[in-house]
């Protein structure tokens, strides 16, 4: 998956064991025996420390859980929260160690010099993830990423789109918290890499990937859910003329990234 970090398996590595993370606590909440439910918690637990200790990024896992537990977990809230716990208190505790370790690389200031700015410079690139998960021609070391003002339309236009897309996406989906859990997961697995803290190098990672499975979850959801709205025949080219469409539209970004920024 990281393509450009050939010599550098931390990616691949802790997104491999988020993942199973997870899993495994999912398998944990779904356990209806208390002793092997304890059991799988305490391994989804141990996977989420060795993925922080391959790479910080890992810190999206409890929110993830969170939202997981919001969306679509079941039971008492305390429970829920109960089971979060560990998981937030571990990651946050890891991540500090992280930032002190830092010192004066995050001392300066966020992207387009104002955390609001970071988060408006960072929906263009959200667009780019996007389109990189269809197009994946144009891909680069480092990421150039132009600093925008606060209130530019062109960042907040491109989260706009999103939420046009994930609003369609839920709407039209038989089995909307699970769209909706997919949409936000996404989001929060793209949370530490829009530059609320001052980074070294802006983007400097491909963190698409950890995106990626949610994405396409909820993608295949709508797909199905607007299928099954339609006669077999018609419901068979409808799937064709879908799938062109989002594949044309993510390249057509691609290509405009492409084009502008190199």
């Not at 039209?172 to 980074?199: D, E, K, T």
Request: proline share 5%.
């Amino acid at each position: 998956e990281s393509v450009v970090w050939l010599a550098e398996r931390k990616n691949v590595l802790a997104l491999a064991l988020s993942l199973w993370s997870m899993e495994r606590y999912i398998a944990a909440r779904q356990e209806a025996v208390r002793s092997r439910a304890l059991r799988l918690g305490g391994v989804a637990l141990t996977f989420l420390i060795i993925a922080m200790l391959a790479k910080v990024h890992a810190l999206v896992v409890p929110v993830v859980l969170a939202c997981y537990e919001v969306l679509i977990g079941r039971g008492a809230w305390k429970i829920r929260v109960a089971w979060v716990a560990p998981f937030a208190l571990v990651a946050a505790v890891l991540t500090g160690v992280k930032l002190a370790g830092l010192g004066e690389q995050i001392s300066g200031l966020p992207l387009g010099g104002s955390r609001m700015a970071a988060v408006c410079s960072s929906g263009p690139v959200w667009v780019r993830y996007l389109s990189h998960t269809v197009a994946p021609w144009s891909l680069s070391f480092f990421y150039y990423v132009p600093e925008l003002e606060p209130l530019s339309i062109f960042g907040w236009g491109a989260w706009a789109l999103t939420g046009v897309l994930a609003a369609l996406t839920i709407r039209f989906s038989h089995r909307r918290m699970l769209v909706l859990f997919c949409w936000a997961a996404a989001l929060a697995s793209l949370g530490p890499a829009i530059n609320l803290a001052a980074q070294p190098i802006p983007m400097a990672d491909h963190y698409h990937v950890w995106a990626l499975p949610f994405l396409l979850i909820g993608l295949a959801e709508l797909f199905a859910s607007l299928l099954e709205r339609l006669p077999h025949n018609r419901a068979k080219w409808l799937g064709v003329l879908l799938s062109a469409a989002v594949a044309a539209s993510f390249a057509l970004v691609a290509f405009f990234e492409a084009s502008v920024y190199e």
